[in-house]
């Protein structure tokens, strides 16, 4: 047999979880080995949050165009190449994960590609086409994230699309079916009605993005209808018949069964952890709980001690933040460091028009629990920086604690919501009061003056807002 090669550290997967992992264990000294069997930067930067993020950067700059008279400007003849949208999303993602392997390269993290499988809990095989070398770790972090959830009528395949080639269509459809509104479907279902795609979205729930508040939701729902896209509630999608040319999806709603076809159907229902498969966690003694998530302390210690997990693989967001979060955590555990994971302060955002984001409490969950909580909200519309972004379609809502002023949360649905979100984050991480906010200079005019306003509404003395 072969003789098994020693490492201070093995990591399972390179997405946001895993490389974030290894280059914060070598910084401590660690030599480590990571292993992706698919690309470097994972799912995040290959087909997830940064193709997304530029397809819709396309999307909006083309929707920007067409409305060129509200700036006083005229754009003729526009047009959309869709096979350069997709060159220039590519040309963004090989940007992106180019970084990852310099940075993993820097900090002199050994790079294996190909599959991991557990020997025993000591011990894990790497797979390529041409190797198959042996390593026995020290300790190791699992972090192989998850795929998208197939159900069984809507098998992918054709004319039915995961998000993985719902990124990578070589041109525009003039159709498309999107099943499930989680922000998933919402980013890409919008992206393609604003390249002029007739989009029909169907969502079992009565509300699409259902992780944040029904106002927020309600900003996004008026803007699709902007774009003619057609959204279904309390829709159940039952089946789906394609042929070579369109799909034909039926689905149930109050009680009656109707159909769509469309060139193409989306299915964005949801993500399942890659627990399973070749991947040997019974060999190694780990253990995986409910839904395929594998249970962990707040080191990111799975049940066999050495043996870490982190990001969509384990109970919480599957969002690739907590992901890195959670890899910076493991590694310091793992080099002795008092790190441990805190999860008051996870921020969530949708990339839908408008952006929507929250962070910490809502006030319904202030209130939930015990807190004396009050929310204010400030319309975007009273901000000079959001009215020239053609933006006053928005609002701020920040959660505060009577008793104490501390801030609790914020919910934000506007123009850049996701870069404001920061600030909030920032604040309830410091323990910040309301007033702190309000006292703090934002310069003028910008989209932060926002969140001072809010601040200054919730003292009971707003400048901007009656
Ligand atoms: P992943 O990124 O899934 O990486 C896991 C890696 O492990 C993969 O590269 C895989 O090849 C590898 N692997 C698996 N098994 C093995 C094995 N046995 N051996 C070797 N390698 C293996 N999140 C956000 O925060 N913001 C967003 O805007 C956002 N947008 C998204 C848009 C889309 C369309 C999708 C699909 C997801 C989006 N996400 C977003 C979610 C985000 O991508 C995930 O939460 C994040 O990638 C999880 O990181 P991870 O490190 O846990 O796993």
């Not at 409305?67 to 993602?93: C, M, P």
């Not at 909200?377 to 000079?384: M, R, S, T, W």
């Not at 914020?410 to 309000?438: C, H, P, R």
């Given at each position: 047999?072969d003789?098994?090669l020693?490492?201070d550290?093995?990591?399972?997967?390179?997405?946001?979880?895993?490389?974030?992992?290894?280059?914060?264990a070598?910084?401590?000294?660690?030599?480590?080995?990571?292993?992706?069997?698919?690309?470097?930067?994972?799912?995040?930067?290959?087909v997830?949050?940064?193709?997304?993020?530029?397809?819709?950067?396309?999307?909006h700059?083309?929707?920007?165009?067409?409305?060129?008279?509200d700036?006083?400007?005229?754009?003729?003849?526009?047009?959309?190449d869709?096979?350069k949208?997709?060159?220039?999303k590519?040309?963004?993602?090989?940007?992106?994960?180019?970084?990852?392997?310099?940075?993993?390269?820097?900090?002199?993290?050994?790079?294996?590609?190909?599959?991991?499988?557990?020997?025993?809990e000591?011990?894990?095989?790497?797979?390529?086409?041409?190797?198959?070398?042996?390593?026995?770790?020290?300790n190791?972090?699992?972090?192989?994230?998850?795929?998208?959830?197939?159900?069984?009528?809507?098998?992918?395949?054709?004319?039915?699309?995961?998000?993985?080639?719902?990124?990578?269509?070589?041109?525009?459809?003039?159709?498309?079916v999107?099943?499930?509104?989680?922000?998933?479907?919402?980013?890409?279902?919008?992206?393609?009605?604003?390249f002029?795609?007739?989009v029909?979205?169907?969502?079992?729930?009565?509300?699409?993005?259902?992780?944040?508040d029904k106002?927020?939701?309600q900003?996004?729902?008026?803007?699709?209808?902007?774009s003619n896209?057609?959204?279904?509630?309390?829709a159940?999608?039952?089946?789906?018949?394609q042929?070579?040319?369109?799909?034909?999806?039926?689905y149930?709603?109050?009680?009656?069964?109707?159909?769509?076809?469309?060139?193409?159907?989306?299915?964005?229902?949801?993500?399942?952890?890659?627990?399973d498969?070749?991947?040997?966690?019974?060999?190694?003694?780990?253990?995986?709980?409910?839904?395929g998530?594998?249970?962990?302390?707040?080191?990111?210690?799975?049940?066999?001690?050495?043996?870490?997990?982190?990001?969509?693989?384990?109970?919480?967001?599957?969002?690739?933040?907590?992901a890195?979060?959670?890899?910076?955590?493991?590694?310091e555990?793992?080099?002795?460091?008092?790190?441990?994971?805190d999860?008051?302060?996870?921020?969530?955002?949708?990339?839908?028009?408008?952006?929507?984001?929250?962070?910490?409490?809502?006030e319904?969950?202030?209130?939930?629990?015990?807190?004396?909580?009050?929310?204010?909200?400030?319309?975007?519309?009273?901000?000079?920086?959001?009215?020239t972004?053609?933006?006053a379609?928005?609002?701020?809502?920040?959660?505060?604690?009577?008793?104490?002023?501390l801030?609790?949360g914020?919910?934000?649905?506007?123009?850049?919501?996701?870069?404001?979100?920061?600030?909030?984050?920032?604040?309830?991480?410091m323990?910040?009061?309301?007033?702190?906010?309000?006292l703090?200079?934002?310069?003028?005019?910008?989209?932060?003056?926002?969140?001072?306003?809010?601040?200054e509404?919730?003292?009971?003395?707003?400048?901007?807002t009656?």
């Amino acid at each position: 047999g072969d003789a098994s090669l020693d490492i201070d550290l093995l990591v399972i997967g390179a997405g946001p979880g895993g490389y974030v992992a290894a280059i914060r264990a070598a910084q401590l000294g660690q030599k480590v080995i990571i292993a992706d069997k698919g690309k470097f930067g994972g799912v995040c930067l290959n087909v997830g949050c940064i193709p997304s993020k530029a397809l819709i950067n396309s999307a909006h700059h083309y929707e920007a165009m067409q409305h060129a008279a509200d700036y006083g400007l005229s754009a003729d003849n526009i047009s959309v190449d869709f096979g350069k949208v997709q060159a220039y999303k590519t040309s963004v993602v090989n940007k992106m994960t180019g970084g990852v392997e310099m940075l993993l390269k820097a900090n002199k993290v050994q790079m294996f590609q190909g599959e991991a499988m557990f020997i025993n809990e000591n011990e894990a095989r790497l797979f390529n086409e041409n190797e198959a070398p042996r390593y026995r770790f020290k300790n190791c972090i699992i972090a192989t994230g998850s795929r998208p959830i197939e159900l069984k009528p809507f098998p992918f395949g054709g004319r039915i699309l995961s998000s993985t080639e719902g990124l990578s269509l070589p041109e525009l459809p003039k159709s498309l079916v999107v099943i499930g509104g989680g922000y998933i479907g919402i980013e890409l279902g919008q992206m393609y009605a604003k390249f002029g795609v007739q989009v029909t979205i169907l969502e079992g729930a009565d509300t699409i993005l259902p992780g944040f508040d029904k106002d927020m939701s309600q900003l996004v729902v008026k803007k699709l209808k902007k774009s003619n896209v057609e959204i279904v509630n309390g829709a159940l999608a039952k089946s789906a018949e394609q042929t070579d040319k369109d799909v034909t999806v039926t689905y149930e709603v109050g009680g009656e069964q109707k159909s769509v076809t469309a060139d193409y159907l989306l299915v964005t229902v949801g993500r399942r952890p890659n627990t399973d498969g070749d991947l040997g966690l019974e060999l190694a003694g780990v253990k995986v709980g409910e839904r395929g998530l594998i249970e962990v302390d707040e080191q990111c210690r799975t049940n066999v001690k050495h043996i870490f997990a982190i990001g969509d693989i384990v109970p919480g967001a599957a969002l690739a933040h907590k992901a890195s979060y959670e890899a910076k955590v493991a590694a310091e555990a793992i080099a002795g460091l008092p790190a441990k994971v805190d999860y008051k302060c996870i921020p969530a955002v949708a990339f839908s028009d408008p952006e929507c984001a929250s962070v910490g409490y809502t006030e319904k969950e202030a209130k939930e629990k015990g807190y004396k909580a009050k929310s204010s909200k400030f319309p975007f519309g009273g901000n000079g920086r959001a009215v020239t972004l053609n933006g006053a379609d928005g609002f701020l809502k920040i959660v505060h604690d009577t008793d104490t002023g501390l801030v609790l949360g914020a919910q934000i649905a506007g123009v850049e919501a996701s870069n404001m979100i920061a600030e909030l984050g920032l604040a309830i991480e410091m323990g910040a009061t309301i007033e702190d906010i309000a006292l703090t200079i934002h310069a003028h005019p910008t989209l932060g003056e926002i969140t001072m306003d809010a601040a200054e509404l919730a003292m009971g003395h707003p400048i901007h807002t009656i």
